[in-house]
């Protein structure tokens, strides 16, 4: 859930975790015995979030995950790791029994990695959603952009959307080139952050993912000019408040905090935060 997370380049973790080797996993590491093919053999399939209790669970460094497992499971133990591939290794490794995601960062890497399955349990639920500035230029785009999302909501074209960000086929992962869109209602100036993995980042130098598709769609559909830059994730929300971006997309979680500054759209993307663990 993107309240508090230390920005990891998703795209970066996928690549490393596909190299990942046999040979590695049982290479000993920090002073731990690795794990044999016999234990791995004998490790429990876990279906359920209350078969977790009083495990070892793995959590990224600098995101309150931590926090949102104790509210669910009841006496584990933490272990810390910096980025998704050395969390798969140490699941991998027998180090740790699971570790929480964001269900869409949670998906790729279950569609990159056959070992790899989620418990189809919430841990914390959210919604995501586009920023836009409290005044009335930003009401009528919020209400429009809304509109829009509801379009493709009852078409079934958003559910195919998040079908091609979140699934296993990276020829897929293309966005139309926004940089064409002819100005007919106007342009639009968005601000994104470029490293959340399905939502907005870089593949092959160009800005893709969830948001940026969705947003794309949109102008395209209402005949307006699209401008994207990025931004730290912290201070997207004042930028946009400030009035320095017409809107934001960047896999943003609608809050009450943030909704005291900002205009939400219909959210975007409804889902949670799932564990991750070896099928």
């Not at 919604?127 to 429009?144: S, T």
């Not at 909501?153 to 960000?165: C, H, M, P, R, V």
């Amino acid at each position: 859930m993107k309240m508090i997370r230390k920005t990891a380049l998703v795209c970066t973790a996928l690549a490393a975790v596909m190299s990942l080797s046999l040979s590695a996993c049982n290479a000993p590491t920090g002073g731990q015995p690795a794990q044999t093919q016999e234990q791995a053999q004998t490790r429990a399939k876990y279906t359920s979030l209350r078969q977790l209790e009083g495990k070892e669970i793995g959590i990224q460094s600098g995101t309150s995950m931590d926090q949102t497992v104790v509210d669910k499971i009841d006496n584990v133990k933490f272990r810390n790791y910096d980025t998704y591939p050395a969390l798969v290794d140490a699941l991998k490794k027998g180090r740790v029994e699971a570790f929480p995601g964001d269900e869409p960062v949670i998906l790729q890497l279950v569609a990159n990695d056959s070992e790899l399955t989620m418990i189809n349990e919430f841990l914390d639920t959210f919604e995501f959603g586009y920023a836009f500035r409290q005044d009335e230029k930003g009401q009528a785009l919020c209400d429009e952009f809304s509109d829009y999302i509801k379009e493709i909501t009852a078409s079934g074209e958003l559910n195919e959307i998040k079908a091609k960000w979140t699934g296993a086929d990276e020829s897929l992962k293309t966005v139309d080139d926004y940089t064409a869109l002819p100005a007919t209602n106007g342009t639009l100036k968005m601000v994104t952050e470029g490293a959340y993995e399905p939502f907005n980042y870089f593949k092959d130098g160009k800005i893709v993912g969830y948001d940026i598709d969705i947003a794309v769609r949109f102008c395209k559909a209402r005949g307006y000019a699209l401008e994207i830059e990025m931004l730290d994730f912290d201070k997207i929300i004042d930028a946009v408040a400030a009035g320095e971006y017409d809107f934001a997309g960047a896999g943003i979680t609608i809050t009450p905090e943030r909704a005291e500054k900002v205009y939400f759209s219909e959210p975007n993307y409804s889902g949670g935060v799932v564990m991750c663990v070896l099928k």
